[in-house]
């Protein structure tokens, strides 16, 4: 069964930084497209970032420079390292896989919370 | 960067049914996908590449184009099916998903 587990969530400073988990089982995130996509509060869904199966990276503008993603092959687990943090990023941030390149989100985790306030 | 245009709001009866437009510039030389997102969980995909449906999604659930819009169709509207909806493309240009500001379906 597929399955996918974010955690790391949590309340941050502006200006502060958190790395966001996605932890995944029933298949291999190597082989596949790993998004990241976030919805803040009465707005609605923001795609964040993605990784590509051969280790390509890509960003939505407002956050190119401020966030990065990666993955661990070995722990099945793909990150979202956040840094500079802004209160426009509070949003809830949701894991997604992609079978190919245009393909559609298939499966999603069940989201983690990230508020940024002083 | 690619931009996709949705309703804010649509409402409908229970039995009749629901139409979601989806604009964007040249949007039939893209694959369209559409999810339904409920308060407090996450979004599941109920149409893919324009028209199909993943396994367990009701027959009810349909995709189609007409000019430069994709359409999203809910027929014989259930008040379950009271949710926001999104359209949501790639856009090879930049690499980046693109999603639809959503859609609030309200069930009267």
């Known amino acids: 069964e597929v399955q996918l587990v974010e955690s790391g969530g949590g309340l941050v400073q502006p200006g502060g930084s958190l790395r966001l988990s996605c932890a995944a089982s029933g298949f291999t995130v190597s082989s596949n497209y790993m998004n990241w996509v976030r919805r803040a509060p009465g707005k609605g869904l923001e795609w964040v970032s993605v990784?590509?199966?051969?280790?390509?990276?890509y960003y939505t503008d407002s956050v190119k420079g401020r966030f990065t993603i990666s993955r661990d092959n070995s722990k099945n687990t793909v990150y979202l390292q956040m840094n500079s943090l802004r209160a426009e990023d509070t949003a809830v941030y949701y894991c997604a896989r992609n079978y190919d390149i245009s393909g559609p989100a298939f499966y999603w985790g069940q989201g983690t919370l990230v508020t940024v306030s002083s | 960067s690619y931009v996709l245009t949705q309703p804010p709001s649509v409402s409908v009866a229970p039995g009749q049914t629901a139409r979601i437009i989806c604009g964007g510039d040249n949007i039939a030389t893209k694959s369209v996908h559409w999810y339904q997102q409920k308060p407090g969980q996450a979004p599941v995909l109920v149409v893919f590449?324009?028209?199909d449906r993943p396994s367990g999604i009701p027959e009810r659930f349909s995709g189609s184009y007409s000019e430069n819009t994709a359409t999203l169709t809910i027929s014989r509207v259930e008040a379950g099916d009271e949710a926001d909806y999104f359209c949501?493309?790639?856009?090879?240009?930049?690499?980046?998903?693109?999603f639809g500001g959503g859609t609030k379906l309200t069930v009267l």
């Open positions: 990784i590509y199966s051969g280790g390509d990276t």
């Open positions: 949501q493309v790639w856009d090879s240009n930049s690499d980046h998903r693109v």
């Open positions: 590449d324009d028209s």
